[in-house]
Structures are given as structure tokens and as C-alpha cells.
């Protein structure tokens, strides 16, 4: 089994800045992409930032320039870091990692339950 569990959430002020964590524990392999996304209230679910096992990002055109993702191999653990927060950005925080599982050695993707991030005005 696989465990994704995020934290880092919060109530914030407009313009301030948090930083969410998420770790993967559990019987994988190895960790392919991994990423953050985020759904409001009577939203879809949306893509905020991934990163590949080789580093490489991408950013929904909303974020770009204000969050960063980050990821730390050694620890399966990957970050967003959210400066000049809006209260559009309010939402549900989700991580997600894509892992070769370790017996079968094919790839699935895992969710954690979510972290509250609130941005008041």
C-alpha cells in the first residue's frame, strides 16, 4: 500500500505566503511525478504544479510567477511553496505521486485527503 499525506494548510491574509509539504511512504519502487492540485467549492478539481523525477515543472498559467514546486528524492516528499496568495487561490490542496509499485512494477497514481488553504481579504 501507498500513503500520500499532505500538510502545510491554513488560514493566510491576502498577499502572504505558505507552504504546503507532502510525503509518500509505502511499497513503491520509485517515484515518477508528482504534483499539486487544488479544487474550491463547486469547482472541478484543478492542476496547480508538477514535477517530474527529473525535475522538470509545469504551472497552471494562474499560479506561474507565485508558486514553486519542489521535490526532495531522498525524503519522497515534494513542495509548494505559494507567495502573494489571492482569495481565488482558496481551495482544497491535493497531492498526488505517480509510483512504480514495487512487487508489480507498473505504475499507479496515489492521492492524499487534502489540505484547507484559506486566503481571506
Known amino acids: 500500500q501507498v500513503q500520500v499525506v499532505e500538510s502545510g494548510g491554513g488560514l493566510v491574509q491576502a498577499g502572504g505566503s505558505l507552504r504546503l509539504s507532502c510525503e509518500s511512504s509505502?511499497?513503491?519502487?520509485?517515484?515518477?511525478?508528482m504534483g499539486w492540485f487544488r479544487q474550491a467549492p463547486g469547482r472541478q478539481r484543478e492542476l496547480v504544479a508538477t514535477?517530474?523525477?527529473?525535475?522538470?515543472?509545469n504551472y497552471a498559467d494562474s499560479v506561474k510567477g507565485r508558486f514553486t514546486i519542489s521535490r526532495d528524492n531522498a525524503k519522497n516528499t515534494v513542495y509548494l511553496q505559494m507567495n502573494s496568495l489571492k482569495p481565488e487561490n482558496t481551495a482544497v490542496y491535493y497531492c498526488?505521486?505517480?509510483?512504480?509499485?514495487?512487487?508489480?512494477?507498473?505504475?499507479?497514481?496515489?492521492w492524499g485527503q487534502g489540505t484547507q488553504v484559506t486566503v481571506s481579504s
Open positions: 498526488n505521486a505517480d509510483v512504480r509499485l514495487h512487487l508489480s512494477h507498473t505504475d499507479s497514481i496515489f
Open positions: 509505502g511499497m513503491f519502487f520509485s517515484i515518477n511525478s
Open positions: 514535477v517530474s523525477n527529473a525535475g522538470s515543472t
